[in-house]
Structure formats: structure tokens, C-alpha cells
């Protein structure tokens, strides 16, 4: 790769980081207020958790990790730092 | 009142331990191989477990262990779902400045945030103004940490606050001084597992203690309900909340001590290795802490703030393991002093020395004048934390926010817009640190906003206009960074 090419290569590394950082902040904010605001008598609990935050912070937290895991591992490329010889004619 | 020597015991093998590395890891600065970017930036050889571990033990400091979840404690579970704001923040940075700044640095040799700023911008101003922010906001926040820790170490062992803090200020500021960057990371790896361990053991035995989790809960619905909600019954507002995802999420992106990790990590390996490790690590010491702190006031009622979480460790785990368990909030301190400690002094001697004070000098001298200045620095911050002036606990309150405002745009922009130069970069930082002074001072809110919010959006709005209207970036730096 050239320096252009892990350039652009990096960029789209960027894109995935920040997609990947929005689908995490619209789970979060879906299942907190979005089952979080009704009324306290009308919760349902899940393994003892109110079940907005066992979706919203214990499920979002499996949901960030696997994800992740999977998107470096399939999208993100060995780039080498130093300067190559391709680069420097 | 006499102190606890059980609890004692771990704390101080813990310490040894932290001693040890640092002896450990100064041969290397003796060895080949430039000197500065040894001793302040661990010769760019961390690992994706070092690196993903140093990153978060640098970002969870005191707050994260003991006054987090002691707000945890009286606010409950909306307190956490504030808290798991954080878990993403050690991706997005790895993800988007980890590559960049690996390959910038290694073209121009950079050790400090300020080495690149001043590559990319070429202004004498910049790299002053940004390396004196960083000083201040650096010893303010340092002085706060150290208070924190003695306080805490007070709360849990019964000793004084003066033993605290000579015990673990002289650790983290010797091994510091002697191990240089290299141990600053292993320390923080280390650090790192204390803290998971530490929060596997008490949360374990909060919930044992508690009678399992469905009486706790039921506990919580009988006494306090609002500690339920996400809005912990209207005190955690959605503005305000939702403004957490730019103070502690991306806003992070600028935070001098995290971008400087960038430079300091092997290959893509390791940073992919760190991206995940990272996450993973940081999302279960938030979620296991603030849910200590959250269940631990229906387990152990009656205490309130930053001694919440110290109480709650007296009470429900023998002392041995409170030991080490109390190392884990202290390992956070340490680790966050310790990093900023190596970039105060980075700053002070490549940024302001070495660039405007006396050229060429040999490497023997430079290597005596970095151990004094880290030193140095460190002993200052250590005698203002005997008795704290109040000028620095007024700094504190800027220098998390304040850093932002300097650095992130600056950062960011510069390696992802071709147009970023010095005129926006200048009149951005000066715009974004006389706004958030102003904002926190006359407590501007809009919208029930954090001041962070308009600052950040004032600086940006400045440094796009300076670098459309100013002066225009020379073609070898556009060639440098963007390779065209």
C-alpha cells in the first residue's frame, strides 16, 4: 500500500468506528427512554434488573463488544507505519 | 483512631509491586535507541492488552471508582446508564486517531500531542499556548486526584490523610520518574486487572450480602422506586444526559493523555487487539461498579457520596480482600496521575526546552534534566495536595472540559480536513477556552446543556471560519500529512 492507499484505507476504518458508534448511542437512548418512562408500577423486571436497563446498558453492553469484535476483524486492515519504498520514489 | 493493618498489608505488596516495574523497566532508557522516545513514549512498543489497558486506566480515574458510583448510590440506576456513556469512547478513539497518528508520528518523530499540532500547524503560538494549557490543567488535575486517594485510603484504613498521601504519592511519582512512559503503561496494565478483580469481588459480595438480586429489588420498589428510572425520577434530565455523549464520548477524541497512546502502540495488530480489550474491559468496570454503588445503598444503608463505596468495601468484604480491593480505586488515581505526570514533563522538555529554550544539548544531560523535571513536578503536585489552595480546586473544575476545548478540534481536524490550518486552529482554541470559562462560571446551560456542549460548537464554528478565510497551508505539509 502506498501512503494514498492507507489513507483511504484508514478513512473508511473511521467510517465503520463512527457508524459502529452511533448504532451504540441509538440502542441506548431506544431502549432507556423508549421503555424507561412509563409509569413504575407498569416495569417489567428481568433477572432483577428493570427491564429497560437490562436491554439498554446490560444487552447494549453485548451488543457494542460482539459487534466490534466482528467489524475489526473482517473490515479493518494490517497497515504498515513505517514509511515503505514504495512510497519514498 | 488506629488504623487497619490487614487492610494495609495488600495495599503496600501492591505498591512494592508497582516499585519493582518501574526498576524493571529504567534499563531500558539505558539501552539503544533514542532516549526521549523511550523514556516518553516507551519506544512505540505496546501491545494490544498494554494499550487497551493503559487507555482505560488512564480515562477511569477517581470518579469512576468511588465518585461515580457513590452518585450511583443515591440516584440508582439512571446513574448508570450515564456511566455506560464511557464504554464506546476507547473504540472511537482507537478506531479514528489510532492509525493516523501511528504513521504521523513515526514520519516526524512525534512524542507529545503538541509535536504533531506543531508539525501540522507550524506556529510557534499554538505549540506554546497548547503545552502550557496542558501543564496547568495537568498539575490542577493531578492535585485532585492525589487528594482523592488520600481521602479514600483515610476512609478505608483509618489512617491519617498526611500517611495516604506520602504512601501512594511517593509510589506513583518514584516509579514515574524512574521507569519513564514503559512503566507508566506495564503499571497501568496492572492496574487494569486490579481494578476488574477488585470490581468481580465486591459486586459478588453486594448481591451475596443483599440476599440475591430479586430482594434487593423488591427492596428498592418498597423504599425508593425513582431509583428505578432512567431519570432517577426527574433529577437526571435527557438534555443534560444526552450531553455526557460529548463531555466523556467524543469530545474524549481531544484529551491530550488519550490521544498521546496513539503514538505509543507496535502495529495494527495490537491496536485491533486493543479496540476490542478496551471496550469489553471498560464496559464491565462501569456496569460492575455503578451497580455496586447503585445495589449497595439496599445493602448498606445510611452513607452518602465518595464514602459510599469505601463503606460499603469495609462492610461486606473481609479485610484482606478490602485490601485489595481499595487498591483498585487507587490504582486508578495512580494511573491517572502517572500519565499525566510523563506528559507534563513530555511537554515541559521536548515542547517548551528543547523548541524555544537551549538547542543541542547531548543525551546524557537531557536524560538527567527529563528524570528532574518529572521529578520535580511531581513533588510540587504532592505538597499543594497537604493542604489543597483553593485556586486549585477552581482549576480542577475546568481542566477536563478546558483540555477539550484546546485540543479536540485542533486534533481531529487536522488529520481528517485538508483545510484545517493554523489560523483556525488558533482562534478555536482561544474562542473555545474563553467560552467554557465564561459558560461554567455564569453557568450557561441551553437547554439544560452541559457548558461543554456550546463550547465545542462555538470553537468549531471558529476554527472552520479562520481556516476558510486564512492563511493557507504550505504544499509540504498537505504532501506530509495527506500525501498529495
Not at chain 2, 485510603?153 to 495516604?164: H, K, L, R
Not at chain 2, 461543554?452 to 504532501?479: H, Q, Y
Request: aromatic residues 14%; charged residues 10%; proline residues 3%.
Amino acid at each position: 500500500m502506498n501512503f494514498k492507499e492507507k489513507n483511504n484505507q484508514i478513512n473508511k476504518e473511521a467510517k465503520i468506528t463512527v457508524g459502529l458508534y452511533l448504532f451504540f448511542f441509538i440502542w441506548w437512548v431506544a431502549f432507556a427512554y423508549g421503555i424507561g418512562l412509563k409509569d413504575i408500577s407498569e416495569y417489567k423486571y428481568i433477572l432483577g434488573f428493570p427491564s429497560w436497563f437490562f436491554y439498554s446498558c446490560i444487552v447494549g453492553y453485548v451488543m457494542i463488544s460482539f459487534p466490534l469484535a466482528f467489524v475489526v476483524k473482517k473490515y479493518f486492515k494490517d497497515i504498515d507505519f513505517e514509511e515503505n519504498d514504495e512510497e519514498v520514489k | 483512631m488506629m488504623g487497619n493493618s490487614m487492610i494495609l498489608i495488600p495495599m503496600i505488596l501492591y505498591l512494592v509491586l508497582m516499585f519493582a516495574i518501574a526498576i524493571y523497566t529504567n534499563k531500558f532508557t539505558s539501552g539503544k535507541g533514542g532516549f526521549m522516545e523511550e523514556y516518553f513514549i516507551g519506544g512505540r512498543s505496546m501491545g494490544g492488552f498494554v494499550l487497551a489497558m493503559t487507555l482505560i486506566a488512564t480515562y477511569s480515574s477517581a470518579s469512576s471508582f468511588v465518585g461515580g458510583p457513590g452518585v450511583a448510590y443515591s440516584m440508582g440506576y439512571g446513574w448508570i446508564l450515564l456511566a455506560m456513556i464511557q464504554v464506546p469512547t476507547a473504540f472511537l478513539t482507537l478506531g479514528v486517531l489510532g492509525k493516523k497518528f501511528a504513521i504521523i508520528s513515526r514520519k516526524i518523530n512525534a512524542v507529545t500531542v503538541t509535536d504533531y499540532l506543531k508539525a501540522r500547524y507550524n506556529n510557534k503560538f499554538i505549540v506554546i499556548s497548547t503545552s502550557v494549557a496542558m501543564v496547568i490543567f495537568f498539575a490542577a488535575a493531578m492535585v485532585a486526584q492525589f487528594i482523592g486517594g488520600a481521602k479514600l485510603f483515610e476512609a478505608v484504613t483509618g489512617y491519617s490523610y498526611f500517611i495516604g498521601l506520602v504512601i501512594f504519592g511517593i509510589t506513583v511519582i518514584v516509579y514515574t520518574t524512574i521507569g519513564g512512559f514503559r512503566a507508566v503503561a506495564i503499571t497501568d496494565a496492572i492496574q487494569g486487572i486490579v481494578m476488574v478483580l477488585a470490581t468481580i469481588f465486591l459486586l459478588v459480595a453486594i448481591i451475596h450480602a443483599g440476599g440475591g438480586m430479586a430482594a434487593i429489588t423488591a427492596k428498592m420498589i418498597e423504599t425508593n422506586p425513582s431509583a428505578l428510572t432512567p431519570t432517577a425520577g426527574g433529577k437526571i434530565p435527557i438534555p443534560f444526559i444526552l450531553s455526557f455523549w460529548v463531555l466523556v464520548g467524543f469530545a474524549v477524541l481531544g484529551l491530550p493523555q488519550t490521544t498521546v497512546r496513539c503514538m505509543g502502540f507496535k502495529d495494527s495488530k495490537s491496536l485491533h487487539r486493543a479496540m476490542v480489550i478496551g471496550t469489553v474491559v471498560v464496559g464491565f468496570l462501569m456496569l460492575g461498579m455503578h451497580l455496586v454503588g447503585t445495589l449497595g445503598a439496599y445493602v448498606v444503608p445510611g452513607l452518602a457520596g465518595d464514602g459510599a463505596i469505601p463503606g460499603i468495601t469495609v462492610k461486606v468484604l473481609p479485610p484482606i480482600l478490602a485490601g485489595i480491593f481499595i487498591a483498585g480505586p487507587l490504582a486508578a488515581i495512580m494511573s491517572t496521575v502517572d500519565s499525566m505526570l510523563i506528559l507534563a514533563s513530555a511537554s515541559i522538555i521536548k515542547d517548551l526546552y528543547l523548541n524555544y529554550g537551549k538547542g543541542n544539548i547531548d543525551e546524557k544531560t537531557l536524560n538527567k534534566i527529563s528524570f528532574m523535571t518529572t521529578g520535580i513536578i511531581g513533588i510540587g503536585v504532592f505538597i499543594f495536595a497537604i493542604k489543597p489552595p483553593s485556586i486549585i480546586v477552581w482549576i480542577n473544575l475546568f481542566a477536563f472540559g478546558g483540555l477539550e476545548a484546546v485540543f479536540l478540534w485542533p486534533t481531529i481536524l487536522g488529520l481528517y480536513w485538508k483545510k484545517a490550518n493554523a489560523d483556525g486552529a488558533l482562534i478555536s482554541i482561544v474562542t473555545g477556552l474563553i467560552s467554557f470559562f465564561i459558560f461554567t462560571i455564569y453557568k450557561v446551560n441551553p437547554f439544560g446543556m452541559h457548558q461543554i456542549v456550546p463550547t465545542l460548537a462555538i470553537a468549531l464554528v471558529t476554527f472552520i471560519a479562520g481556516s476558510l478565510w486564512g492563511r493557507k497551508n504550505d504544499a509540504e505539509t498537505i504532501k506530509l500529512f495527506f500525501g498529495e
